[in-house]
């Protein structure tokens, strides 16, 4: 093998690793993300960017009541529960690849994925209320502070009164009348939750951790 070809397979080889070891980092610890909507309005506008932590996925832990969270889209996202739905309020994922490399394209490159950001409301056999235009949460009208002075949480379809059911979670987004989120298409197992938020990193006026 000649010097030119020796030094053509060493930075070949050397790519295809960087390549690999930036893919293993974006799906096991973090990753950069743009804000795309404004269903998180006022805590996020859109093009803000992001920092993930999604070691909380490798870990398989459950995020805290307040976490930020991007999970994925459910296949029943342009949906709203029926009332025999709502009795497990559980969103459905019916689309999922069926072989290893389209799952590999799908959950790991995440081509052709959608993902949504919305703020942790409630965990497992926690009892949410929607009523009277608030959030009640095991009994006790919840105190949001992050909303703006004027917004109304609706229930959507039949959901209003219900548990969260064992490894899921209820999220909305803070800019409730224009997110699509559990209220319509229900709880997020554990499973499809890809990421809590630690950082915005630009604008840079708005520099650090979210609350």
Not at 42 to 48: A, E
Not at 153 to 175: H, Q, R, W, Y
């Amino acid at each position: 093998m000649n010097d030119k070809l020796k030094n053509v397979l060493e930075w070949i080889y050397c790519i295809i690793i960087a390549v690999v070891i930036a893919i293993l980092i974006k799906y096991f610890v973090g990753t950069p993300t743009i804000v795309k909507q404004s269903s998180m309005v006022p805590t996020f506008t859109q093009n803000d960017r992001l920092i993930l932590n999604r070691l909380t996925r490798t870990m398989k832990k459950m995020p805290e009541r307040g976490d930020i969270i991007t999970f994925e889209a459910p296949s029943n996202n342009a949906e709203e529960l029926t009332a025999e739905e709502a009795k497990n309020p559980i969103a459905k994922y019916e689309n999922e690849p069926t072989n290893w490399w389209d799952s590999f394209v799908y959950h790991v490159l995440e081509i052709g994925k959608d993902s949504y950001i919305k703020r942790v409301i409630a965990i497992p056999e926690d009892h949410v209320e929607l009523k009277d235009g608030e959030v009640y949460l095991n009994g006790e009208k919840l105190d949001e502070p992050y909303l703006s002075d004027d917004v109304i949480t609706n229930s959507a379809g039949a959901l209003k009164d219900f548990i969260v059911p064992e490894n899921c979670v209820f999220a909305m987004g803070d800019n409730r009348e224009y997110s699509k989120d559990c209220r319509a298409f229900g709880c997020i197992p554990l499973d499809k939750i890809e990421s809590t938020v630690v950082l915005r990193f630009w604008p840079l006026n708005k520099f650090g951790t979210v609350e």
